[in-house]
């Protein structure tokens, strides 16, 4: 059914960046007020400038610099679940980055993850939207910083920090140099996700399942490319976290027609719909679900369908699973 109004369903998401998630006025306003000049990452209009992937991911690390202590966090993480819950969210999973709340420091890492719980906290009061934190090493900075962040994970593992993921440059270095990270988090009871299989091939996909031994991948969207492991992938259960606007933003696909999210489901891998960085890529969980409706005509019943496979992947405890599935039902 086109054209219906799929925008109101609510929503899980599995795979948002918090940082990636800071409006740009939000950002512009914090330069300003610390006089931090960051003029070149944003075009006339006020949105963030990138000419490609790797282009971005040093205009996320600049926005970034405007974040200089918890109190930052508390305000980001506040902008970002208003979006969120805006679009109907009602349950969502961020990556935390210690590499932007105090270089890795684990005293450092407390302070910030309490302000950014604290913002949690009210934003499930005020809000109905619950926030849960996936620690994320950056690729692109190493296997020993990776470590560090890890460490950082591991000693804060509970009920809010609940996975352990990396991100980053997927050309940068191999998945395997970061297994001591992702044994770290295991045996300190996380949960466990990859970015893989956005910028690399299947292969990068295999490497995330069989080194880090992750139960979801974010993107994996080119695993479509070898249809044994597409069998594989649907065997195992193993979850893909895509994020179509985000690809077809970054010029992966030409449009949500050639993402590969519904050839994926129907020979039955795991999908599940996030946003990724919305305000960089255009998008919101909303528009996501209403470009999806138009692509493929998936109706009410795909999307929640979807969402309870997202809620079943989620890496919080039973006890918030349950009290989640009663806001899917209304
Ligand atoms: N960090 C923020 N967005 C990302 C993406 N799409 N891929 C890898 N790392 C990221
Ligand atoms: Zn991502």
């Known amino acids: 059914m086109k054209g219906h109004n799929v925008r109101e369903l609510p929503k899980v998401e599995l795979h948002l960046h918090l940082e990636g998630g800071a409006p740009p006025t939000f950002i512009k306003g914090l330069a300003r007020e610390k006089h ?14 990138f000419s490609d992937f790797w282009n971005f991911l040093k205009v996320y690390e600049a926005a970034c610099t405007t974040l200089t202590g918890p109190e930052e966090f508390r305000r980001l993480t506040l902008a970002v679940l208003e979006e969120s819950a805006a679009s109907g969210v009602v349950y969502t999973e961020a ?12 005293g450092a890492w407390r302070e910030y993850l309490a302000a950014i719980e604290e913002a949690a906290s009210e934003a499930e009061r005020t809000m109905g939207i619950t926030l849960r934190g996936i620690v994320t090493p950056i690729r692109h900075f190493g296997p020993e910083k990776a470590r560090e962040t890890a460490i950082c994970a591991a000693e804060t593992a509970g009920d809010f920090v609940v996975g352990l993921g990396i991100g980053g ?25 990859a970015h893989a299989g956005e910028w690399k091939g299947p292969e990068e996909v295999r490497a995330a399942v069989r080194d880090l031994g992750v139960e ?11 249809l044994a492991l597409v069998d594989e992938l649907a065997e195992r259960g193993t979850v893909l976290e895509c994020c179509p606007g985000s690809n077809v933003a970054l010029g992966i696909y030409p449009g949500f027609r050639a993402h590969p999210i519904s050839e994926l489901d129907r020979r039955g891998v795991k999908v599940t719909i996030n946003t990724d960085d919305p305000p960089f890529f255009h998008t919101t969980m909303a528009r996501e679900y209403e470009m999806l409706n138009r692509a493929f005509d998936w109706d009410d019943g795909q999307f929640r369908r979807l969402a309870t496979q997202a809620l079943d992947a989620a890496f919080c405890d039973a006890d918030t699973k349950a009290k989640i599935a009663n806001l899917l039902e209304a």
């Open 36 to 49: 931090i000049d960051i003029g070149g990452i944003f075009n006339e209009d006020g949105s963030y400038r």
């Open 95 to 106: 990556f935390l980055s210690p590499d932007f709340c105090g270089g890795r420091d684990l």
């Open 169 to 193: 440059d997927e050309k940068a270095g191999e998945l395997k140099d970061f297994a001591w990270s992702f044994d770290c988090a295991r045996e300190a009871g996380l949960r466990l996700t």
């Open 216 to 226: 979801r991948i974010g993107h994996g969207v080119r695993a479509i490319e070898d």
